[in-house]
């Protein structure tokens, strides 16, 4: 007997202009589980259910292995969730453009070469095998854009602090006409992208990271065509600036993920100016730590991230650690605390985390949610937030 509101396996891939036997296939194979199945073994999906699967065909089309597509996807309801997800697939949709384009021309230029000099270039052949290999790529620019943005959601819709994490780190900027800027590590440009208002019209600011994945991120965000940014793909182990070239520099949460952090240090002071500022910022062992304490209690083999960063770098330990290299050291805190009321943007967080969590939670993600759910319902899920930065000046 049909359930309300459901559909029949038949009726579900009618919709999507799939066959029944690739339903089928992916029950089996744990990629898109029914909603409800009867004693009698019908399976019967959802309006959820059917969202879910447009990301599988999508991500399928582009390329992805079905056992690539069962960790990048996960099942939802809420409206944001699947919003913000459709906007970090349009992402890989766009990157995917870009890349053919490059494959495109690369063809059109060795087969010219080709046919006008009767000789193969084989420069242009290796650039060729090269771009096609870039697709290899696509699956780790998905996810880490993913992983940024569901991080970001979860501050954003929950944070008690309402000025909000990139407007704050702008003021402790202060931004003056003139002055030449550099970001290292800058994501996907949040910081710029909510403060594009507030900047002076005459400014430079140069964003750098050393993902050309991420640097797309931050230029689509951004907008090309805004005169005052420019992009560069550099390590910052190695900056290739010029001395004392720039009034400010930002690491914002960079610095605990640099193998040798007074390297980068020095570098640093080596481009900034005698009078200019470095702001460079991190978290203690006491930021976010309720997550943790969450999934432990769910599954105590779950070990979100086995990278303490914050013994790396934190509010802690990050002064002695600058000192070397600067001499006027300021730590500022970032007032805010996290009261969540909706399950799927912190499960959204969890599954974005570096750790073994999708080992444990994909399978068995509905009850997961379930947990969840029930404890965000009775007043919010309040998780601490201790974040701040460094303000440091040669």
């Known amino acids: 007997m049909k359930k309300n509101g459901f559909y029949s396996s038949g009726e579900f891939a009618r919709m999507a202009h799939v066959t029944l036997r690739t339903i089928r296939y992916y029950d089996k194979h744990?990629?898109?589980?029914?909603?409800?199945?009867?004693?009698?073994?019908?399976?019967?999906?959802s309006d959820e259910d059917f969202a879910?699967?447009?990301?599988?065909?999508?991500?399928?089309?582009?390329?992805?292995?079905?056992?690539?597509?069962?960790?990048?996807?996960v099942s939802d309801s809420d409206y944001r969730f699947m919003l913000n997800s459709l906007n970090?697939?349009?992402?890989?949709?766009?990157?995917?453009?870009?890349?053919m384009q490059l494959v495109e021309k690369a063809i059109q230029d060795t087969t010219s070469?080709?046919?006008?000099?009767?000789?193969v270039d084989w420069n242009q052949m290796l650039d060729l095998i090269h771009?096609?290999?870039?697709?290899?790529?696509?699956?780790?620019q998905y996810q880490n854009a993913s992983?940024?943005?569901?991080?970001?959601?979860?501050?954003?819709?929950?944070?008690q602090n309402k000025k909000g994490w990139f407007p704050w780190i702008f003021e402790q900027c202060r931004i003056q006409p003139g002055m030449q800027i550099l970001e290292?590590?800058?994501?996907?440009?949040?910081?710029?992208?909510?403060?594009?208002?507030?900047?002076?019209?005459?400014?430079?600011?140069?964003?750098?990271?050393?993902?050309?994945?991420?640097?797309?991120?931050?230029?689509?965000?951004?907008?090309?065509?805004?005169s005052r940014f420019s992009f560069a793909v550099f390590d910052c182990h190695r900056i290739p600036y010029e001395a004392e070239a720039f009034d400010l520099v930002i690491a914002n949460h960079v610095l605990f993920y640099c193998e040798d952090i007074p390297q980068v240090c020095a570098q640093v002071r080596r481009i900034l100016k005698p009078h200019g500022t470095f702001i460079c910022s991190t978290y203690s062992k006491r930021h976010m730590q309720e997550v943790n304490q969450l999934v432990s209690e769910f599954d105590d083999r779950i070990v979100l991230s086995g990278d303490r960063l914050y013994e790396h770098f934190g509010l802690d330990n990050g002064a002695p650690i600058l000192q070397p290299f600067f001499s006027d050291i300021e730590k500022c805190l970032y007032e805010d605390s996290l009261i969540v009321s909706e399950e799927e943007p912190l499960i959204a967080y969890v599954l974005s985390c570096h750790g073994n969590q999708n080992q444990y939670l994909l399978d068995r993600y509905k009850e997961f949610r379930s947990f969840v759910k029930q404890k965000t319902q009775?007043?919010?899920?309040?998780i601490t937030k201790d974040a701040g930065l460094f303000l440091c000046h040669p």
């Open 88 to 99: 970090v697939q349009l992402k890989l949709v766009q990157d995917r453009i870009e890349q």
């Open 378 to 382: 009775y007043g919010g899920y309040h």
């Open 30 to 45: 744990n990629i898109l589980k029914p909603s409800f199945v009867t004693e009698s073994g019908a399976r019967f999906y």
């Open 52 to 73: 879910r699967l447009q990301q599988i065909l999508l991500l399928k089309y582009l390329g992805f292995s079905l056992d690539d597509i069962r960790e990048m996807t």
């Open 184 to 226: 290292i590590g800058c994501g996907n440009g949040s910081l710029w992208a909510e403060n594009l208002d507030r900047l002076p019209r005459d400014i430079h600011i140069t964003l750098s990271d050393i993902s050309e994945g991420m640097l797309r991120d931050a230029r689509r965000s951004i907008g090309g065509s805004d």
């Open 113 to 119: 070469a080709i046919q006008n000099e009767h000789v």
């Open 131 to 140: 771009l096609t290999g870039m697709e290899k790529s696509l699956k780790n």
């Open 147 to 159: 992983n940024i943005s569901s991080r970001i959601h979860l501050h954003q819709l929950y944070s």
